[in-house]
C-alpha cells in the first residue's frame, strides 16, 4: 500500500473498495471516485466513507479551473476548511502534491510569468509540487526583480535547505530578517541550529524588546548561526553609510526597538567592512561601535568575543 493510503486490512473487500477510492481522490480523478463512492454506499451502508465524498463535492465543485491564482485560492480555501471542521485527511499530502503540480502545470502555460499569486511568491508553489530544481530557480529570478521581499527571501532559504544547501539558506534567511523579520513566516524555518537560536533571543531578551525577531539577524551574526555579510561593491556599501545617517537621525529621536534593532544591525554590517569605509565615509569605526555600544551593551560585549576570535 502507499503512504498516500489507510491503513486498512488488505482482503476485506469493503476497505479494498475504500482504498481505491481513495487512490482515484490522490490523483485527483475526482468524478470517478464520486461514481464509486455512489456504489460503495449502497454496498456497504455502515461504512464512513462522508469524508471522501466531502473531498470530492469540493474540487468537483471547481473542477473547471485553469487559473493558477484562482486554483491557489481553491487550495487555501480547502485547507481552512478542513482546519474550521477539524477534519483529518491521512492522504492529503497525496492530494497536494498532485494538485499543485497541475497548479505548476498551469504556471507555465501562462503567457507571461507571474512573480506573486494571490500574495505567495509563484516560485514557492513548485515546492508542494516537489519541484525544488524550479522552485529555486524561479524564486531566485523573482528575488532579483523584487530585493525587498522578505517572503521571497525567507522560500529560498526554506528550499535551499530542502536541497541540504545549508550555507546558502541561512545567508538567504540573513537577507529576509535583515528586511523584514516580521515579514518571515516560522513554518519555512527547519534549521535546528535556527530555531535554537530564535528560541534563545525569545528567552533571553530584555524587557523592552516585545519583538524579539527583529534581533535574531544581529543575534545571529554574533553567534556565527549567519554568515558575515561582505560588502563587495563601493556603491552597496554607499547604501549601509546613507541607511546609518538616517537611523542615527531616527535613534536620536524616538529610541523605539525597531529602529534599534536596524541600527544595531547595520552598524554591525558596517564594522565587519570597516576597511572599506574609508573610502565612501568620514563616519568613523569609533562612533559605530559606539552605538552599538549604547543600543545593546551585552550584544556588543558578545559581537567583540565574536570579533577577537575570528581576527
Known amino acids: 500500500m502507499g503512504d498516500s493510503l489507510e491503513e486498512l486490512p488488505l482482503f476485506n473487500l469493503p476497505y479494498l473498495s475504500k482504498n481505491r477510492i481513495i487512490q482515484l481522490i490522490v490523483d485527483l480523478e475526482f468524478a470517478a ?19 471522501e465524498n466531502m473531498v470530492c463535492d469540493y474540487f468537483m465543485e471547481r473542477h473547471n479551473q485553469s487559473d493558477p491564482e484562482q486554483m491557489s485560492s481553491t487550495w487555501d480555501a480547502f485547507e481552512k ?6 477534519l483529518r485527511v ?3 499530502s497525496g492530494i497536494k502534491k498532485n494538485y499543485f503540480i497541475r497548479l505548476c502545470s498551469a504556471l507555465d502555460s501562462q503567457p507571461s510569468e507571474l512573480l506573486f499569486i ?3 511568491p509563484a ?5 508542494y ?5 524550479t522552485a529555486r530557480q524561479k524564486l531566485q529570478k523573482a528575488a532579483i526583480k523584487s530585493p525587498n521581499s ?3 527571501f525567507g522560500y529560498l532559504s526554506y528550499v535551499h535547505f530542502l536541497n541540504k544547501d545549508i550555507a546558502a539558506s541561512r545567508i538567504c534567511l540573513r537577507e529576509a530578517l535583515e528586511i523584514d523579520p516580521l515579514g518571515v513566516s516560522l513554518d ?3 534549521d535546528s541550529e535556527v530555531l535554537e537560536l530564535i528560541g534563545d533571543v525569545r528567552t533571553n531578551s530584555r524587557a523592552d524588546e516585545v519583538q524579539p525577531l527583529r534581533w535574531v539577524v544581529s543575534y545571529g551574526c554574533v553567534r556565527g548561526v549567519f554568515p558575515p555579510k561582505t560588502i563587495r561593491l563601493i556603491e552597496d556599501l554607499k547604501v549601509y553609510v546613507a541607511g546609518f545617517a538616517e537611523l542615527e537621525k531616527l535613534y536620536l529621536k524616538n529610541r523605539d526597538e525597531e529602529t534599534r534593532a536596524k541600527l544595531f544591525y547595520t552598524c554591525l554590517v558596517l564594522s565587519d567592512n570597516n576597511k572599506y569605509l574609508q573610502h565612501v565615509s568620514a563616519v568613523e569605526l569609533t562612533k559605530i561601535r559606539k552605538y552599538m555600544k549604547e543600543v545593546n551593551p551585552a550584544l556588543f560585549k558578545k559581537y567583540l568575543a565574536y570579533v577577537e576570535k575570528n581576527r
Request: net charge negative.
Open 123 to 127: 516560485g514557492a508553489l513548485y515546492i
Open 90 to 92: 491521512p492522504y492529503l
Open 188 to 190: 519555512l524555518i527547519a
Open 81 to 86: 476548511l478542513l482546519s474550521d471542521a477539524r
Open 129 to 133: 509540487a516537489d519541484d525544488l530544481k
Open 118 to 120: 494571490g500574495g505567495t
Open 33 to 51: 471516485a464520486k461514481s464509486e463512492i455512489e456504489a460503495f454506499k449502497k454496498s456497504y451502508p455502515l461504512i464512513d466513507i462522508e469524508t
Open 150 to 152: 522578505s517572503e521571497l
